[in-house]
T-cell receptor, first 114, second 112 residues
Framework: AQSVTQPDIHITVSEGASLELRCNYSYGATPYLFWYVQSPGQGLQLLLKYFSGDTLVQGIKGFEAEFKRSQSSFNLRKPSVHWSDAAEYFCAVGAETGANNLFFGTGTRLTVIP | DAMVIQNPRYQVTQFGKPVTLSCSQTLNHNVMYWYQQKSSQAPKLLFHYYDKDFNNEADTPDNFQSRRPNTSFCFLDIRSPGLGDAAMYLC???????????FGPGTRLTVT
């Protein structure tokens, strides 16, 4: 069965510092992988996705993620964090069974300090 | 702009009193989803419609029902809300088997 693990519940970084959020997945085939961001009281916004091809994918707001099959990872990165990046970040994997089902990790809450 | 709209944004209902949450979309996507997200947890899929075909997740309680009268609208009905049903309810859409889902802002349900 598919699953997603986000090992870090909460991360605090200084504005301008680099960021890496970890995501590990369990999946029997080539996964479809996603990162979503959720601001307080809001819905989820898609940051980026990986279906196939180039393992380094670029997303919106200056984010990127790298798919590493050998490590079953899809970590999210940003070279310089802005205060507006403070939010909850969810990694998700496309399900093996059924159409379109997404399985989400439990999220990482990002705090940005001045 | 094309979007997913949820009404109301905040809903308060009494224990056991039926409540309906609404979702509409202007994306013309054929798949619509309902997720439940409790505080500090991941969104959990309740069910989805693929066109008119309803797909219920195995562990979704019978208390939760859904209707999709047309492509644009989808409703979530909670027949007898309990305190444990207090959560954010997220609607999402996608085009076919693409997995890329577009989410609405959510409705926060409070049960008193």
């Amino acid at each position: 069965a598919q699953s997603v693990t986000q090992p870090d519940i909460h991360i605090t970084v200084s504005e301008g510092a680099s960021l890496e959020l970890r995501c590990n997945y369990s999946y029997g085939a080539t996964p479809y992988l996603f990162w979503y961001v959720q601001s307080p009281g809001q819905g989820l916004q898609l940051l980026l996705k990986y279906f196939s091809g180039d393992t380094l994918v670029q997303g919106i707001k200056g984010f990127e993620a790298e798919f590493k099959r050998s490590q079953s990872s899809f970590n999210l990165r940003k070279p310089s964090v802005h205060w507006s990046d403070a939010a909850e970040y969810f990694c998700a994997v496309g399900a093996e069974t059924g159409a379109n089902n997404l399985f989400f990790g439990t999220g990482t809450r990002l705090t940005v300090i001045p | 702009d094309a979007m997913v709209i949820q009404n109301p944004r905040y809903q308060v209902t009494q224990f056991g009193k039926p409540v309906t949450l609404s979702c509409s979309q202007t994306l013309n996507h054929n798949v619509m989803y309902w997720y439940q997200q409790k505080s500090s947890q991941a969104p959990k899929l309740l069910f989805h419609y693929y066109d008119k075909d309803f797909n219920n997740e195995a562990d979704t309680p019978d208390n939760f029902q859904s209707r999709r009268p047309n492509t644009s609208f989808c409703f979530l009905d909670i027949r007898s809300p309990g305190l444990g049903d207090a959560a954010m309810y997220l609607c999402a859409t996608s085009r076919g088997q693409t997995y890329e889902q577009y989410f609405g802002p959510g409705t926060r349900l409070t049960v008193t």
